[in-house]
């Protein structure tokens, strides 16, 4: 490319997980096999900005859309830094004391120094002790654990390479990791509503543009979007969240910590103390139960078991009222803004957003604060337009068409549903908005807290 004072210009994806479809696309200006800067994808570079159908959003006067280059967020600027790193090991290295085809001294592991060796040296060590244990013990004598987040990009995915040369040679035992991303969704929430994604609302076609345009309040529960999806897909959650602040979409903070997002955005931040979620989400159903100001209709038609449910939160079943006051002592959130929330979250339509969720949903009993966030969602008419549950600018995205077919987007699941027959929940989760079929899901009786 012209301009780049280099000897060529290299496309990357820059994120530290950036599996979605992009987000951190960059530009590697490059002289002399050394890189000279890092700097946002422009798609000017290959496309015609008026023969491309860009989406848009559109409300109260205002309009949103795409870019015409990158947002990769400030590390991924500079990851020159990170390849230059005088801490970056650059070549293969093997202990001193280690032979490969003799003594091995284990008991100097993390003890002897290193020596390095070549690429050639390095793979045929690995390749023979494949081999080796593949003879004497069989396939699956080695554990693979290839999962986890990395730079994993789209197109140049290295965590699923293993897996497949070891499964050409036989197997392996794989090793399946604790859903540490997402643990209350996974345990919680998803025996709610059903699996989801990782027991998030699914699917969730589209449902940016849909809070955006129906959506009066939006919560952030323990969700930082000015930092948190920097590694996925870069920096357009902020540009999304300045937007609806704009055209007066009410932004809600609830977390301990008065995180950027909530410094930058919030028009009320609420701390909560750590892992007492629950106890507040309780004193929510608790006003409404009371006040009589949750969607009935909804509740008849959609939702099993809230009979339990409600006398759970109304002390009937323990002879504990889990109202504000109740709650108060355990959250730290005073009762008259616990009561102001609630009703807040009755009298406007409200969705919920997280970014994964934080210590909000990865801290000890945070099952319970996944459920009962899907129990208050239904009980508002979860999936109504503007009342959604956000994975914020990870699903939903405008561009979901273009990775259908993908684990994220498995296609619509809605046409496989006759209308006015009761929803599977573990079939691909709640999307009320877009179905007149009547779907039910489950709302467990009781709740530790």
Known sequence: MAGTRGDKTVLRSLGLGGFLGGGAEGMVDVKDGKILRVRPFR??????RSKVNTWKFEKNGKSLGPKWKSLPSPYSLAYKKRVYSPNRIKYPLIRVDRQPDGER????RGKSKYRRISWDDATTIVANEIKRIHTKYGPTAILLQGDGHGECKTANMPHGQAGILLD???GF???VRNPDSWEGWYWGAKHVWGQ?????YWPARNIVK????NSEMVLFWGCDPETTPWGFVGQFASRLMYFWKEIGIRQIYICPDLNYGAAVHADKWIPVLPNTDAALQLAIAHVWLTEGTYDKKYVATHVTGFDRFADYVLGKEDGVPKNPEWASAKCGVPEWTIKALAREF????TSIAHYFGGGMIRGPYAHEAGRLEVCLLGMQGLGKPGVHQHQITYFGMPRMDGLKGSIWNPGDCRKTISPGA????QLAGIDLAQDSGQRTHQIPGTFEV
């Open 168 to 170: 050409h040679m036989g």
């Open 43 to 48: 798609f000017d570079w290959k496309y015609d």
């Open 210 to 213: 849909d809070s955006t345009e």
């Open 173 to 175: 035992t794989l090793q």
């Open 422 to 425: 009761n929803f599977d929940c």
């Open 346 to 349: 009755a009298k406007k339509r």
């Open 105 to 108: 001294n284990p008991r100097n």
């Open 196 to 200: 989801g994604a990782q027991g998030m």
